[in-house]
């Protein structure tokens, strides 16, 4: 069975307390990510959610993206953030 860990340097314990969310939770990354649009597909490495919101890391980038989690599984997100503090903070 696969183990979903948080990002380096946090427990799911500090996500939940920085974020306010008891809901927190690490999901799997395997689903379709966008970008405000389906143009601007994102390939997730970590997905964090929170109920309804998710905030994602992708490969290849330093920002943290914050979106929606559809019905489907997939995700839309509509803002990034410099850090995943910061974009806890935004929840």
Request: charge should be negative.
């Amino acid at each position: 069975m696969e183990t979903r860990q948080p990002p380096d340097g946090w427990t799911l314990q500090q996500i939940r307390d920085v974020s306010g969310d008891t809901r927190a939770e690490v999901l799997s990354p395997d689903r379709r990510v966008v970008f405000r649009d389906d143009d601007d597909v994102l390939h997730p490495t970590l997905v964090l959610g929170f109920g309804q919101l998710v905030i994602v890391k992708v490969l290849d980038d330093d920002d943290w993206y914050m979106g929606s989690l559809n019905d489907d599984g997939s995700v839309i997100c509509w803002s990034a953030y410099d850090d995943l503090y910061e974009a806890l903070r935004g929840l």
